[in-house]
Structures are given as structure tokens and as C-alpha cells.
């Protein structure tokens, strides 16, 4: 257990922030699958969409750090070739 006061603020931020990422990479991950459901379903119109809404969303996700940037560039390259397909 943390005795410093250094320690336990630490503590807490850290916390603080695994709460902040982890909605940011839930986010991201329903993003995701409602691309994935769209093109399940077939629909390209729905699928586009979302995967417009999906890509912003994978770039912030980079940009605050919870993402390695070839992983979103991965993800956003396999979705948009999967919609294309369609």
C-alpha cells in the first residue's frame, strides 16, 4: 500500500484515468461493431455511415493514447475494405 502523499495521488490520477480510457476504448469498439453489423447485414449505405462515424472516433483514440497507431490503421483499413466489398 502507497504511504507517500506522492503515492496516493498517483493512485488516484491513475484510477482517473483507466476510468477516461476505458470509455474512450468502449467507444471505439462500438464504433466498430456497428460497421461490422451493417456489413453483416449487407446494407452499404448503413455501413458507410458508420464507418464514417467509426473513423474519427479510431484517430482520437490514437491521438489520447489508448490505440497504437498502426492497430487503428489496421482496424480502419480492414472495415473500409470489408465495406467496400460490399
Same mark, same amino acid.
Given at each position: $500500500?502507497?504511504? &507517500?502523499?506522492?503515492?496516493? %495521488?498517483? !493512485? @488516484? ?6 476510468? !477516461?480510457?476505458?470509455? @474512450?476504448?468502449? @467507444?471505439? @469498439? &462500438?464504433?466498430?461493431?456497428?460497421? *461490422? &453489423?451493417?456489413?453483416? *447485414? ?9 464507418? %464514417?462515424?467509426?473513423?474519427? *472516433? ?12 498502426? &492497430?487503428?490503421?489496421?482496424? $480502419? ?10
Amino acid at each position: $500500500m502507497a504511504n &507517500t502523499p506522492q503515492a496516493k %495521488k498517483r !493512485i @488516484r490520477r491513475n484510477n482517473n484515468r483507466a476510468e !477516461i480510457n476505458g470509455a @474512450r476504448i468502449s @467507444r471505439i @469498439r &462500438t464504433q466498430v461493431k456497428k460497421v *461490422e &453489423t451493417a456489413v453483416a *447485414e449487407g446494407d452499404k449505405k448503413a455501413a458507410t455511415a458508420a464507418l %464514417k462515424d467509426a473513423q474519427p *472516433e479510431i484517430a482520437k483514440g490514437v491521438a489520447k493514447g489508448v490505440l497504437h497507431k498502426n &492497430t487503428a490503421a489496421r482496424k $480502419m483499413s480492414r472495415l473500409s475494405k470489408r465495406v467496400a466489398a460490399l
